[in-house]
């Protein structure tokens, strides 16, 4: 089995893991764990948390946040392995991503 | 299975982004219909293409989607359609599945899904050239057992880049025979939860790393003008430059054609006037007919360069970072960083504008969309803009840099936009205060280089969309119009214009106690009644009332006329009132069938009523006490 499986089984973030929703411009890791908390989305939690997994952040995948905007340091643009999706810092902080290297 | 050979149906399914529609175009050339379906406002294109067997196939190019899971309204035309739930439609009898060959993750994951759909199916990795001049190995024999459909290879821009495709249908067709009569695969899908849709999507990472080898680095073309074009300071200078560009091409480029179109239905006109003999068939054909169709086909130039714009910008990949850019400072206002589109179509017009919402998966957004859209300065409030200016407005120059008059007119759109942005900004104070907004995520694709052919076929489209739109429902509200400004017929003895006997001079004369405080005489709100077919007869009418022959074609001496009739004060109340009066039957009507509710299109009209007679009374009475009157 890929590298994949090994690292989503392991669904308790540790102290090494930080969210996507507070990444810096540069930041290059793994996603680590998806868990949207209910808030003021606009949708519910399971929802949310479908449609990040259908752009493809998945446990494991590998994540770089490429680019952000001018106000808010919002939205921010991340590469998902091959794909880049946009979207807002504060759905990205249901994302629990490992840095690389730590 | 029947021995009728009817044609069968194909449906594309894919990603967005995925060069999905590129192929359909591929594959069926100019032989292609464009519609809505039925009871949605969302395109349904439909081609034939026949195979080298001899296979005559009705191919259908879906909405692109990442799931069956449906949330827009495009996305649940694709499921219904897939699953064969659409009313009026034929199922599918094999659905081809189309994905960018460099982007092929979350395309497999759709792959799985609508495996269970169980029909037919074919995936075609498309841009198959592109992948592999960047360096992707891709084993199409491994990938086509691992996912268990067939793989073949597309390049949707190259010639004979479709052969495999066409090939591989007809193989399939006579291995299994694609299923005749209507077809039942339902019950095999249901929504995916998100531990199904992570197990998919492992899955589908899984037969990647089989059977697809990466190359190590990502395309660094896209990454060098992201660099740029995404930076947070020089990507809002540069899209700001590239509106600027934009606009000054619709107004520069158009203006020769539009020249053309109002000569040939000035012409026209003419004509009728030479062979028809006087009377209310005249009237009907020439004032009614003529002009009429002509003063609505008079924007098809600058629609069509804006939608070139669009067009080229969307093929290329930059719209979608447009939206990027743009979503901190929209959403500031409550609006969906994708209602940018919409809302930059609406400066040409705002039937197209707010026919583009549908991409807005919330209801929500979509509404908020739509009901600013009309605020946005669309063209034909420019030549009220231009004639009122240029007989109010001196040609002055001001702080050393500016013509007054530029400064006037820039004026305008900016309160237009403004104003969008404010409502935008209450109504979602004050209407959807416990409905959260919708998420902002959105793929940035790759950038393509534009294919002239799609641009070609997708102009010709939008061409045809408002035609056929100005041919039905714009003509009828013209018709109507003309009535109301031509029955009943004026008395033989009449000195007055005809108009002002007419039923459109009683509405507008009953009109003017209450626009009086707004500075309007009866024969500014007479003017308005066609302007309700649309903004810029306004100007004709305003000819016609004070009685200038051809006043539309002489517009300096109609400034002069309106000068020695109105004070700068009702001038620029008029102005004020068209930044948001909700004129335009036609935009009335298309928000009607968007929205599907008669509250909303009634709200839309009110609130916009409301804003024109405030600011054109708050403009006015400054402007009498400042001594304007």
């Known amino acids: ?102 | 299975m029947s021995e009728i050979a009817l044609p069968t149906r194909v449906a594309l399914v894919g990603n967005p982004n995925s060069g999905k529609t590129a192929l359909f175009n591929a594959l069926t050339g100019s032989r292609q219909k464009v519609a809505n379906y039925p009871g949605v406002t969302v395109e349904r294109k439909e081609g034939v293409v026949v195979t080298p067997a001899g296979l005559t196939v009705r191919l259908i190019d879906l909405p692109g989607t990442y799931s069956l899971r449906a949330r827009s309204l495009d996305e649940i035309v694709t499921r219904d359609m897939v699953l064969g739930k659409l009313a009026g439609e034929d199922a599918p009898r094999l659905l081809v599945c189309v994905a960018d060959s460099t982007n092929l993750r979350l395309a497999l994951r759709l792959v799985l899904e609508l495996k269970r759909v169980g029909r037919p199916m074919i995936l075609a990795l498309n841009m198959f050239d592109i992948a592999r001049n960047r360096g992707f190995e891709i084993d199409l024999d491994r990938l086509s057992t691992e996912l268990g459909v067939p793989v073949v290879p597309s390049v949707a821009v190259r010639r004979g880049g479709t052969r495999d495709l066409l090939a591989r249908i007809d193989e399939v067709n006579s291995e299994r025979g694609l299923p005749q009569g209507l077809v039942e695969a339902e019950g095999n899908w249901s929504e995916p939860n998100a531990a199904e849709l992570r197990a998919a999507q492992r899955e589908a990472d899984r037969i990647l790393d089989a059977a697809v080898r990466m190359p190590g680095r990502p395309d660094s073309i896209t990454r060098r003008i992201d660099s740029i074009v995404l930076h947070p300071v020089l990507g809002l200078v540069i899209l700001m430059s590239i509106l600027f560009l934009m606009f000054q091409a619709v107004f520069a480029w158009a203006q020769a054609p539009m020249d053309l179109i109002k000569s040939g239905f000035d012409g026209l006109g003419a004509w009728a006037g030479i062979v028809l003999p006087q009377g209310w068939l005249l009237s009907f054909v020439r004032d009614g007919v003529i002009s009429g169709l002509g003063s609505v086909l008079v924007f098809l130039p600058q629609i069509l360069t804006l939608f070139f714009f669009i067009l080229l910008l969307e093929d290329f990949g930059y719209m979608a970072r447009a939206a990027f850019l743009m979503d901190r400072i929209m959403g500031g206002a409550g609006l969906h960083g994708r209602a940018f589109i919409p809302l930059l179509s609406s400066f040409a017009c705002a039937i197209p504008g707010i026919m583009a919402t549908r991409v807005i998966a919330s209801r929500r957004g979509r509404l908020a969309t739509i009901l600013v859209a009309p605020l946005m300065t669309c063209s034909a409030r420019i030549p009220v803009y231009t004639l009122i200016i240029a007989a109010f407005i001196p040609a002055r120059t001001v702080l050393g840099w500016f013509n007054l008059q530029g400064l006037v007119m820039f004026g305008l759109y900016a309160a237009g936009i403004a104003a969008a942005l404010g409502m935008s900004w209450v109504f979602n104070r004050l209407l959807w205060r416990r409905d959260p907004s919708d998420p902002f995520m959105l793929e940035l694709p790759d950038y393509k280089r534009p294919v002239l052919k799609n641009l070609a076929l997708g102009l010709l489209q939008r061409g045809q969309i408002f035609l056929h739109r100005a041919g039905t429902t714009i003509f009828a509200m013209m018709v109507v119009i003309w009535f109301l400004c031509s029955a009943p017929p004026a008395p033989a003895d009449a000195t007055l214009p005809a108009i002002n006997h007419s039923l459109a001079a009683r509405i507008g004369q009953a009109m003017e106690p209450v626009l009086r405080p707004v500075g309007f005489n009866w024969q500014i709100d007479v003017a308005l009644v066609p302007g309700m077919a649309a903004r810029e007869v306004a100007v004709a009418a305003l000819g016609t009332v004070y009685a200038i022959e051809g006043a539309s074609d002489n517009s300096d001496e109609l400034g002069r006329t309106l000068t020695a009739h109105w004070s700068l004060a009702t001038a620029l109340a008029l102005l004020a009132w068209y930044v948001f009066a909700p004129q335009c039957a036609a935009t009335l009507g298309v928000v009607r069938r968007e929205t599907n509710s008669w509250k909303w299109t009634l709200f839309l009209f009110s609130y916009m009523l409301a804003l024109a007679y405030l600011a054109a009374f708050v403009t006015y009475q400054t402007a009498v006490w400042l001594g304007a009157g």
Do not use: C, W, Y
């Open chain 1, 1 to 102: 089995m890929p590298a994949v499986a090994r690292i989503a089984g392991d669904d308790a973030p540790s102290g090494d893991t930080q969210s996507l929703g507070a990444a810096p411009v540069g930041f290059k890791g793994r996603i680590r764990v998806v868990r949207v908390r209910a808030g003021d989305h606009g949708l519910s939690a399971a929802e949310l948390e479908r449609r990040l997994i259908e752009l493809g952040f998945v446990e494991g995948a590998r994540v770089e946040v490429l680019h952000q905007g001018l106000f808010g340091r919002d939205p921010i643009a991340v590469r998902v392995n091959e794909t880049t999706v946009a979207l807002r810092r504060r759905e990205a902080a249901a994302i629990l991503v490992e840095p690389d290297g730590g």
